[in-house]
Nanobody
Framework: QVQLVESGGGLVQAGGSLGVSCAAS????????MSWYRQAPGKQRELVAD???????NYADSVKGRFTISRDNAKNTVSLQMTSLKPEDTAVYYC??????????????WGQGTQVTVSS
């Protein structure tokens, strides 16, 4: 079994910075893409950023230049550093990873989510 556990998040004023991290553990053979999604109240979950094993990144237009995704392959972690935060960044942030288990099974796993609230 695999677990993704997020940490960080919280309350910050507009213009501030915040970081969230996610650690994967369990019967992991290898991890492919790792991603951060977010879901605001009444809205669909959306991709914020993702990163491949070799470090190639992709960002939603709304966060380009403000958010930075990174990963530590040795520690099976992915982080999202958020700067110049806006009230519209308020959401529950979820990490996601495509993981190959030691058994060979490949699936996408999700964390439980962490709340980020940006006050105006």
């Amino acid at each position: 079994q695999v677990q993704l556990v997020e940490s960080g998040g919280g309350l910050v004023q507009a213009g501030g910075s915040l970081g969230v991290s996610c650690a994967a553990s369990g019967n992991i053979g290898s991890i492919n893409a790792m991603s951060w999604y977010r879901q605001a109240p009444g809205k669909q979950r959306e991709l914020v950023a993702d990163i491949t094993t070799d470090g190639s990144t992709n960002y939603a237009d709304s966060v380009k230049g403000r958010f930075t995704i990174s990963r530590d392959n040795a520690k099976n972690t992915v982080s999202l550093q958020m700067t110049s935060l806006k009230p519209e960044d308020t959401a529950v942030y979820y990490c996601s990873a495509v993981i190959r288990l030691r058994t060979g099974w490949v699936a996408t796993y999700w964390g439980q989510g962490t709340q980020v609230t940006v006050s105006s």
